[in-house]
């Protein structure tokens, strides 16, 4: 695809196929599409027609920068270098009288020279030209296939009837058409770089990884595979300065892992048995042997680069615009040439100024820079994230950001490492023994994946567990267990057991048909970065807001340290919803969760932004995802997508400007076709360029 016309072609031939949520993600060449249960056409009929349009196909496992085969040299390149001489020897005899060249004036010779160049250049864009004239969508290529053909045309009648030098424009189609390839081969080269976060994550995706087997002596053996055939179960042995083949699970040995490649954060981290090794890591350090615990389509990274092509097809709201001028810019270019020729000819009076004239207007209109304007910037600024550790599910995150004024925090978990220890219990009546109450609580809590009942059943983990013959979580309130005898069970906070106890601040209270037995408290720590992080969007005017379900007091003592403006506490998820509901309403609101109990909320706030070793469900329901770091790379994600939006913005402009002030001055005279041709060639890496300055621009 070459520019937006193409990513709206294919959109509206797939919407006719009767698929939805389209997404066309023209930096990266990816779309992706649901499949309508009641569509009549297969994927095989889509593809073929997709090809029908004058594109090619790629096959899934070759679409990777890991897996695709380098070209032995890029397309436009290849096509450039063979016109090149050409266009060269056309251009030799406009050098002047001082070089004996005035055989080259020759007006056979010229055609025999620029016939090559003309049929190269109709191969690559008369072909997509047609294509776009038959389905009802012309695209750039039409404009530059109109422009090259009329000199060309206009010459041809020049020699044959033999009208003179004054029709001899042959170096004007070939012109055209070498600085149309040295364009398209800059700006393909430019669009690469804006992909370079995620080819060198692609490129770690495929590597060789050891294998351990056993023969029938159950003797070990070693043999490299690729990591692409590994599957769940498979053991692999990882030594010193290898990477990480698949997600795995240590079984021996202990190792120094640098997992920036997910993380962003380069200092090692140190892994022993039962840890677990993200796929692409890096041992810098021991030798480990571990299980593959997700084949490497399911893995963590593959994930990740799955998710940043996804947001690359999304179009946020500012792109929108764009697209409904790119629809009709090609027509409306074509009637401003035919236009710009008949008003020329009718005041100068002469055939050939008003026909080059119009040929430079229709050659210097570029909607190839209003279409690359958005994906460009969203291509380097979702790469550069998650380069760092931050994943955006979609583009329109990106825009959000510019205008939150309001970030509300959940407490355990975010705010807080999660890690817990047991600091006191406390037996309230003495019918079971202190052995049998730690049995109880770990036999209840196992069954929670709230970190504070992790941290009961980690501590008082028991081989002498109960049994249920029925178990249930409820939000908010705790887990509920029957037993074989009948007997009704609960774990869970002070609303369980506000009837039996006036005490309000204990974490667990566990109760036993409905008769208080004890309680258990716990503390968390908070996260290191958590202070540095609430003082920096202070520092933005970002007002600070901590919702939690936790008791007031505590959620109280925590925001005091850490300055946070404002408390809610003592919130069912139902609550949180509404509470999120409300201030998003009063003001652009982020939340910042990670349980099960955050996910309505998440999905309330204008941006729902998950830790990435939250729940399941808070991930899946999260529009950002914070990779390892804790909450560390938080404002790097809002300084990215504010600058994001802001290189966008500066890219939108431009590309308008260049175009309101390029196509007057083509009508005008004041640019050659040669001229309009190489400024239309560079106007695209202007804009490319803009965009990867998101590379290194400072955001925070």
Known sequence: MTCSTCVLTINKFLEKKGMQNIKVNLAGGDVSFDVNGQAPASLNDIEKGIEGLGYTVVKETAATGAVRSKPPLNKYLRHLLICLPFTFLLMLPMAGSWLPLHWLMNPWLQLVLCLPVYAIGMSVFGRSAIHSVRNRMPNMNLLIVTGATAAFLYSLLGTIFRLGPSYQ????????????????????????????????????????????????????????VENTTLRTGDLVLIKSGEQVPADCKILWGHASVNESIVTGESLPIEKDAKDLLIGGSLLMDGTVKAQVVAAAKDSVLSNIINLVKRAQGEKPPVQQLADRISGVFVPTVLGIAVLVFVLNFIFLGHLTPSLMRSIAVL???????????????????????????????????????????????????????????????????????????????????????????????????????????????????????????????????????????????????????????????????????????????????????LLSGDRLSHCQEIASELGIDDVIAEQTPE?????????????????????????????????????????????????????????????????????????????LFWAFFYNVLAIPLAALGFLTPAVAALAMALSDVVLLFNSIRLYVKKVV
């Open 363 to 545: 050659v210097i209109a570029c909607p190839c820079a209003m279409g690359l304007a958005t994906p460009a910037a969203i291509a380097v600024g979702l790469g550069r994230a998650a380069k760092n550790g931050v994943l955006f599910r979609n583009a329109k995150s990106l825009e959000f950001f510019r205008n939150t004024r309001q970030l509300v925090f959940d407490k355990t978990g975010t705010l807080t490492t999660g890690r817990f220890r047991i600091s006191r219990w406390q037996l309230v009546k003495d019918v079971i023994s202190e052995q049998e109450f730690k049995q109880l609580a770990f036999s209840l809590e196992k069954y929670s994946n709230h970190p504070v009942a992790k941290c009961v059943a980690a501590e008082w983990k028991s081989k002498d567990e109960l049994k249920w013959t029925k178990v249930d979580e409820i939000k908010g309130f705790g887990i509920k267990a029957i037993a074989s005898s009948g007997d009704e069970y609960w774990a869970g906070s002070y609303k369980i057991a506000g009837k039996y106890i006036t005490e309000d601040d204990h974490n667990v209270y566990i109760v036993k048909n409905n008769v208080l037995l004890g309680w258990i408290d716990v503390t968390d720590e908070l996260r290191p970065e958590a202070k540095t992080v609430v003082g920096h969007f202070h520092e933005k005017h970002i007002r600070t807001v």
């Open 575 to 651: 609550q949180k919803l509404d509470q999120v509901a409300y201030l998003n309403a009063r003001r652009p609101t982020a939340m910042v969760g990670d349980g099960i109990n955050d996910a309505p909320a998440l999905a309330k706030a204008g941006i729902g932004i998950s830790m990435s070793d939250a729940s399941q469900v808070a991930v899946q329901t999260a529009d950002v995802v914070l990779v390892g770091n804790g909450l560390k790379n938080l404002p790097l994600a809002m300084g990215l997508g504010k600058h994001t939006f802001i290189t966008i913005q500066q890219n």
């Open 169 to 224: 424009f042959y170096e004007t189609t070939a012109v055209i058409i070498t600085l149309i390839f040295f364009g398209n081969y800059l700006e393909d080269v430019t669009i690469q770089s804006t992909q370079r976060s995620l080819n060198s994550l692609a490129r770690s995706q495929k590597l060789m990884a050891n294998m351990i087997a056993f023969d029938e002596n159950h003797q070990e053996l070693i043999f490299p």
